[in-house]
């Protein structure tokens, strides 16, 4: 098999994989038996002051979400807030990368997408459902 035929075929059964109920979409970085709550978890300042993580895959999507510049909620995106994020809305993340606020609408990163909380992680990231 050619190697980029198999590297995308491996691509697509870690993808098909990772899409349980309440799983992250992309990395499968979280825990398949975590609590997720939709829309949930700290927003603006109480995210920032908690240092609550955006996940994987609205971190690897950022370039295809909307750049809200370097000030959210009267909130600095800065080095020291790198990677911090919350849902705006049952389908959007706000997430801190590389000095700007980042806005990513989960529900274009794939259908059904909505933005989860995860408990255990302390982490927002898109996910689906089964």
Not at 21 to 44: W, Y
Not at 89 to 106: H, K, M
Request: charged share 20%; glycine share 14%; aromatic share 4%.
């Amino acid at each position: 098999m050619h190697t980029s035929t198999s590297t995308t075929l491996r691509a697509l059964l870690s993808l098909a994989l990772c899409i349980l109920p309440a799983a992250p979409l992309g990395g499968c970085g979280g825990d398949s038996g975590a609590t997720v709550k939709k829309a949930g978890g700290k927003k603006g300042s109480a995210a920032a002051d908690a240092k609550q993580k955006s996940g994987d895959t609205a971190t690897g999507n950022r370039s295809s979400g909307t750049d809200q510049g370097a000030e959210s909620d009267g909130i600095v995106c800065d080095a020291n807030l790198e990677g911090v994020g919350w849902c705006s809305s049952d389908a959007a993340i706000v997430l801190c990368a590389e000095g700007s606020w980042w806005l990513v609408d989960c529900s274009a990163v794939s259908d059904g997408a909505y933005c989860g909380y995860d408990e255990d992680a302390d982490v927002v990231d898109c996910y689906v459902e089964e």
